[in-house]
């Protein structure tokens, strides 16, 4: 039933999505801007966008920061993945509670005391900060956001379907790699991805265990905001707002497709099925 | 309820089987047949010739000897010794959590025995992990590999063998023909229907010719139709391959129409080891016989024991005899165990000489077009059923509630429980 839409509904959704699009619509908006100063439209250039790739502060920026990324949330899915299948599969080990607290503390401490403490520890036992600290302090918090990710996904997996590999000759390890990665790889994939924006993300702790020469992008934005916004900064922030949006909108339609062709094949199945009954 | 209609059901397909695999019937023509309550007569409706329990040379191809499993404090299996034979469809029946999964679980090498050992083949298979014993388990969930299609589901088995390319090919053809799915070769698992996917994970679990077969509620998923058909299937599989067929169920019907031998457990032990008709027509206690089918179970005392006839002493039904060769005490506690449809109900008054007459007002009537079920209440308050076919459509005066009905049962109908 279709009610139309009223004059309230109507409001109440414009000024919705207006409270969280418009700042952002504004700093893609005055990335296009010809003049230097940000509030003051002189012009559509795309002139701050071949300035910024001339900039190499903030190249050499993005360029760390991908690369603490990448290894940060590849090494913490491994992890992570591992942490999860230890408390979905082994059941009630020795110490599990204080096992699955510790994993999943990291999601509610506060990013200061994290990297405050992480900090220390570098400082403590005299580890030279930089690229490698970054990397490592990534990893510790990221890490139990893909254990949560996959953890949801092996709670609905059915162990059977591993005992059946077992079963019909294949050894523990073996099944893991071509049985059950492959089932559970959608919900690592999307581990990983998560770990990955968050190190994107990330200022607090970066900030925190960072050294000379390993300044991540966040970081970058934030020390260049102090001394003015410039339009550079715009440009950086839309690239990233429009990596941002393909990466999601892609993900959400392969998803919608696989559903449609699943519900599809199930139809299918139920037709072929049908003669056979009769 | 449940019991109806499966004594004649049993009769045709298990002809049809030994046809399509004469050599079986051959075999076991030497075995001696099954024991009987008298020598002129056999137990229940269905011969068979496949007895190799009853051979006390045959050598268990499957033994359990005094497995006791534990889950902490929880006792699954308590000290039990099984023997199943080679090629014997064996069923383990029993209601959830007496320990069935249990026991087939630890054969398939998912649990291990805190205490005793199994016996494959002679050989102890306690220490051997699950992907190397010789046998192959088909899941209550199917457990089909959602991310292969159907052929490489059931190629999966025989790829982990190093099985030449060719063979495997082969074998998966002739499987998927077996199971009549070729056609869905190239599926996955979700484009499939329940009945499909319950014949894949059935080709899957046998492609590997395993010497013994394990099946976990196979068709627990399917309905009610399908799943009566597919049980004749299973069993005509059976004969064919000639493969050792251990399931678990707690479907009384399934294991009554499938299985060679049931064995009934409660709380991690067997109760009954023996074949249906002997399961129905002799429970050695009350909990068998409640639990296989529907039954009358009649307390009373013993009153005599001679010449194999019992008598016992009922407040319902007065003196009751029943033609037994049974070990009792005079003045023990008994109860006669009476099957609905070996109960006669009438609303004349039987002839003076038959034996074992009862008589009670008829409180209940159940009708099911097939059947109709009498529940009739005696003098001293206990119920007793009796079943009635409905062979002709009108019935010049149907029994009716409230009505003073006469029931009667043969001395060779009921047995007398003593536990």
Redesign the interface.
């Known amino acids: 039933m279709n009610r139309g839409a009223s004059w309230f509904n109507v409001t109440s959704v414009v000024l919705g999505f207006a409270f969280l699009y418009l700042p952002i619509l504004i700093l893609i908006i005055f990335s296009f801007n010809e003049s230097r100063l940000v509030t003051v439209w002189a012009g559509f250039s795309t002139k701050w966008y071949v300035e910024l790739f001339r900039n190499e502060g903030l190249m050499n920026a993005a360029w760390v920061t991908a690369r603490v990324a990448f290894v940060s949330a590849s090494i913490a899915t491994v992890l992570g993945t591992l942490a999860a299948i230890a408390l979905v599969r082994f059941g009630r080990f020795h110490g599990r509670t204080l096992f699955s607290g510790m994993v999943y503390a990291p999601l509610v401490m506060p990013e200061v005391i994290t990297g405050l403490s992480l900090l220390l520890l570098f400082v403590a036992i005299n580890f030279d900060r930089g690229f490698w600290t970054v990397v490592i302090a990534h990893i510790t918090f990221s890490m139990c956001f893909v254990a949560v990710v996959v953890q949801s996904r092996l709670v609905t997996f059915?162990a059977?379907?591993e005992?059946?590999?077992?079963?019909?000759?294949?050894?523990?390890a073996k099944t893991f790699f071509i049985?059950t990665l492959?089932?559970i790889l959608p919900a690592v994939i999307s581990g990983w991805m998560l770990a990955f924006t968050l190190s994107l993300d990330d200022l607090v702790i970066a900030s925190f265990t960072t050294g000379p020469g390993a300044t991540t992008l966040p970081m970058k934005i934030y020390s260049q905001v102090r001394l003015g916004v410039t339009p550079e900064i715009n440009a950086v922030c839309t690239i990233l707002i429009a990596l941002v949006t393909i990466g999601v909108v892609s993900a959400s339609l392969v998803t919608k497709r696989q559903e449609v062709e699943?519900k599809r094949?199930?139809a299918?199945?139920?037709r072929?099925?049908e003669p056979?009954?009769a | 309820m449940a019991t109806k209609g499966t004594a004649a059901k049993k009769a045709a397909p298990r002809k049809a089987a030994a046809k399509a695999a004469p050599q079986k019937t051959a075999a076991r023509a030497k075995a001696k047949p099954e024991i009987s309550a008298e020598k002129s007569k056999m137990v229940g409706s269905v011969r068979r010739s496949f007895a190799p329990w009853t051979d006390p040379d045959a050598k268990p191809f499957i033994l359990y000897e005094n497995i006791t499993k534990r889950f902490g404090d929880f006792t699954a299996v308590d000290d039990l010794t099984l023997g199943i034979y080679e090629r014997e469809f064996f069923s383990l029946l029993g209601g959830s959590g007496c320990g069935k999964t249990t026991l087939l679980r630890m054969l398939a090498g998912f649990e291990t025995p805190t205490e005793g050992r199994i016996l494959l083949d002679g050989q102890d298979i306690s220490k051997i992990p699950p992907y190397k014993r010789p046998v192959n388990m088909m899941f209550q969930s199917y457990a089909l590999f959602p991310h292969m299609t159907v052929a490489d589901n059931i190629a999966f088995g025989l790829k982990q063998d190093k099985m030449p390319k060719g063979e495997i090919a082969d074998r998966v053809d002739e499987m998927l023909k077996l199971v009549k799915l070729e056609q869905f070769k190239s599926r996955k698992p979700h484009m499939l229907s329940g009945g499909q996917r319950q014949r894949v994970a059935l080709a899957r679990s046998i492609a590997k010719r395993p010497k013994v077969l394990l099946l976990d509620e196979p068709l627990g998923a399917l309905d009610k139709k399908l799943r009566e058909q597919t049980q004749f299937e299973l069993i005509d599989l059976q004969q064919q391959l000639g493969l050792t067929f251990q399931i678990v169920t707690h479907d009384q019907e399934e294991a009554m129409t499938v299985s060679d031998r049931i064995a009934v457990m409660n709380q991690g032990k067997i109760i009954q080891v023996s074949t249906p008709a002997e399961m129905y027509e002799y429970p050695n206690s009350r909990f068998v016989a409640d639990f296989i089918g529907d039954i009358n179970l009649i307390e009373g005392t013993i009153s005599s024991v001679s010449g194999g006839k019992v008598t016992v002493e009922t407040a319902d039904a007065g003196k009751l005899v029943v033609n037994q060769d049974l070990k009792a005490d005079k003045g023990q506690t008994a109860w006669i165990a009476i099957r609905p449809e070996k109960v006669s109900i009438g609303l004349k008054k039987p002839a003076a000489r038959t034996a074992n007459v009862m008589s009670g007002e008829v409180w209940d009537i159940g009708y099911l077009g097939d059947v109709s079920t009498y529940h009739v209440k005696m003098p001293a308050g206990g119920i007793v059923k009796a079943l009635q076919t409905n062979a002709t459509r009108l019935v010049e005066r149907p029994i009716t509630w409230e009505d003073q009905a006469w029931l009667s049962f043969s001395p060779d109908g009921a047995v007398v429980l003593l536990s």
């Open positions: 059915d059977s379907v005992e059946a590999a077992m079963d019909l000759g294949c050894p523990p049985i492959p089932i699943r094949a199930e299918a199945a139920v072929a099925d056979e009954l």
